[in-house]
């Protein structure tokens, strides 16, 4: 079973193959950062214009590196949802036309699935179930992964994202658009304790986050102050544990309300160093081993919905009988696109 994935949901268009028994055999990405900088964020009509022109391009480079043609593909995986109507559109109309031209089964896959399965691209990938931390700059959730298919939302936030919070606090910092990064980096120099962040949500039961009031904190603290480069790096680290240290103690109740024995940390914010080495920590504790994928596999890709697709093609589980996109979708929720 041999399976290419597009994926166009934001600013990245990105392509791979996915081989059943053979493992992931290439993948290809281009970056739109660049083109996004100067306008401070992602630019959605920009963003679906420049996946049109990459597309073709990619699949071309992807199909050449793992050394495939359209008779040895067996089907077609490409992103759904959630994501930006129009950037998705391009690469379901892509897909659509690739699969009527190739003969081969069109597969809508769910981005934020492909996120989750992610960590099965490693050497040493987890096996169903797991619990999942899905931190990115579009979604929180601590999802129960029973299978393929199988997701329960345990918590996920009532606002903003971690990633968000991370980049609308960079821009306060007066860092470059995406601003995660570059704030995770400033944050090494900081000192611990030097600004003390409330920790949202920590003071009631349950297992959802909010992170607006914490980005509305880092702001105050800003408020009046000269930002020289001490201040901005101290700023960053009081704002970055504060984070960290909330991802940590949900991850924390998780475990322990499910019983759950292998954790998975998925999506942008998850290449985080300092969030993988606190929850090695807290997955210890309570008995359980930690999975990430690369960091390459972080971020949205391609190789997570060849998987993705492949998965769900060897067990005839096929998307309805249209090919379309939908700008929301919640995970787990039943229907097709």
Same mark, same amino acid.
Request: net charge neutral; aromatic share 6%; proline share 4%.
């Given at each position: 079973?041999?399976?290419?994935?597009?994926? $166009?949901?934001?600013?990245?268009?990105?392509?791979?193959?996915?081989?059943?028994?053979?493992?992931?055999?290439?993948?290809?990405?281009?970056?739109?950062?660049?083109?996004?900088?100067?306008?401070?964020?992602?630019?959605?009509?920009?963003?679906?214009?420049?996946?049109?022109?990459?597309?073709?391009?990619?699949?071309?480079?992807?199909?050449?590196? %793992?050394?495939?043609? +359209?008779?040895?593909?067996?089907?077609?995986?490409?992103?759904?949802?959630?994501?930006?109507?129009?950037?998705?559109?391009?690469?379901?109309?892509?897909?659509?036309?690739?699969?009527?031209?190739?003969?081969?089964?069109?597969?809508?896959?769910?981005?934020?699935?492909?996120?989750?399965?992610?960590?099965?691209?490693?050497?040493?990938?987890?096996?169903?179930?797991?619990?999942?931390?899905?931190?990115?700059?579009?979604?929180?959730?601590?999802?129960?992964?029973?299978?393929?298919?199988?997701?329960?939302?345990?918590?996920?936030?009532?606002?903003?994202?971690?990633?968000?919070?991370?980049?609308?606090?960079?821009?306060?910092?007066?860092?470059?658009?995406?601003?995660?990064?570059?704030?995770?980096?400033?944050?090494?120099?900081?000192?611990?304790?030097?600004?003390?962040?409330?920790?949202?949500?920590?003071?009631?039961?349950?297992?959802?986050?909010?992170? $607006?009031?914490?980005?509305? %904190?880092?702001?105050?603290?800003?408020?009046? +102050?000269?930002?020289?480069? %001490?201040?901005?790096?101290?700023?960053?680290?009081?704002?970055?544990?504060?984070?960290?240290?909330?991802?940590?103690?949900?991850?924390?109740?998780?475990?322990?309300?499910?019983?759950?024995?292998?954790?998975?940390?998925?999506?942008?914010?998850?290449?985080?160093?300092?969030?993988?080495?606190?929850?090695?920590?807290?997955?210890?504790?309570?008995?359980?081993?930690?999975?990430?994928?690369?960091?390459?596999?972080?971020?949205?890709?391609?190789?997570?919905?060849?998987?993705?697709?492949?998965? +769900?093609? %060897?067990?005839?589980?096929?998307?309805?009988?249209?090919?379309?996109?939908?700008?929301?979708?919640?995970?787990?929720? $039943?229907?097709?696109?």
């Amino acid at each position: 079973m041999r399976v290419i994935g597009i994926e $166009s949901s934001c600013d990245e268009t990105a392509v791979a193959v996915f081989d059943a028994e053979q493992g992931l055999l290439s993948h290809r990405l281009y970056s739109q950062i660049a083109m996004h900088q100067a306008y401070g964020g992602v630019v959605p009509e920009l963003a679906s214009r420049d996946h049109v022109k990459r597309l073709l391009p990619l699949v071309r480079e992807a199909l050449a590196d %793992a050394r495939s043609d +359209r008779q040895s593909i067996d089907g077609i995986a490409y992103t759904a949802g959630p994501g930006l109507i129009g950037a998705l559109l391009v690469g379901a109309g892509f897909a659509a036309s690739l699969g009527l031209a190739w003969g081969k089964p069109v597969l809508g896959i769910h981005h934020l699935e492909g996120h989750l399965l992610a960590p099965l691209l490693e050497p040493n990938p987890p096996d169903f179930p797991f619990l999942a931390l899905l931190v990115s700059g579009g979604h929180t959730q601590l999802v129960d992964v029973a299978g393929l298919g199988e997701y329960r939302v345990l918590g996920e936030t009532l606002d903003d994202a971690a990633g968000e919070a991370f980049d609308k606090t960079a821009k306060l910092l007066g860092l470059p658009y995406p601003g995660g990064a570059a704030l995770s980096q400033l944050a090494e120099a900081g000192r611990s304790g030097a600004y003390v962040f409330p920790r949202p949500m920590l003071d009631r039961p349950g297992l959802n986050f909010s992170f $607006s009031g914490l980005k509305t %904190a880092a702001l105050v603290a800003l408020r009046g +102050r000269v930002l020289d480069e %001490a201040t901005r790096a101290d700023v960053a680290r009081g704002f970055q544990e504060a984070v960290i240290d909330t991802l940590a103690e949900k991850c924390r109740r998780a475990l322990a309300a499910t019983g759950q024995r292998r954790l998975v940390i998925a999506g942008g914010v998850g290449a985080n160093r300092r969030l993988r080495e606190r929850l090695a920590v807290v997955a210890q504790s309570a008995g359980a081993t930690l999975y990430f994928p690369r960091t390459e596999f972080c971020t949205d890709n391609g190789a997570m919905i060849a998987l993705a697709g492949c998965m +769900r093609l %060897a067990r005839g589980m096929q998307s309805a009988g249209f090919v379309g996109a939908r700008a929301n979708w919640e995970l787990g929720q $039943s229907g097709g696109v």
